[in-house]
């Protein structure tokens, strides 16, 4: 068996292009989960009435599903429902869901373990409204 040195090289374009849209997949992942989270974590810590249940009850679905599922249900699923996504949006959608959950819990975390004299200290330098 010999190690075909052509044939690599011919495939370093379809290489640099899927790295591409690995890091634009990426980077607009984390970026939305980022701002899911945020929106998420600030309900959960002020303990909206309604909507801490609907915010609890994401995270614990995103959390404890696998990630290929939900990237299965939003490909294959949705489209019988109507909605047409493309395997670029999937991808994104998807990771954006977990990805939101898990920064949610982070956040929160953050947020709660923060002392009452921090957050004291906080609102009466004006760093802060917690």
Request: hydrophobic share 55%; proline share 3%.
């Amino acid at each position: 068996m010999n190690f075909d040195t052509a044939f690599m090289l011919s495939t370093l374009p379809a290489f640099g292009k899927a790295v591409g849209v690995t890091l634009q997949v990426g980077l607009i992942a984390i970026a939305t989960s980022l701002l899911v989270a945020v929106l998420n974590a600030t309900i959960l810590v002020l303990r909206t009435p309604y909507l801490w249940r609907a915010v609890q009850g994401y995270v614990e679905l995103a959390r404890n599903t696998p990630l290929l599922i939900q990237l299965f249900f939003i490909y294959f699923a949705l489209p019988t429902l109507g909605v047409k996504v493309s395997g670029f949006a999937a991808a994104i959608i998807t990771m954006t869901f977990m990805g939101g959950a898990y920064l949610t819990e982070v956040l929160r975390a953050g947020v709660e373990s923060s002392s009452r004299g921090a957050r004291s200290a906080c609102r009466r330098a004006s760093c802060c409204v917690t």
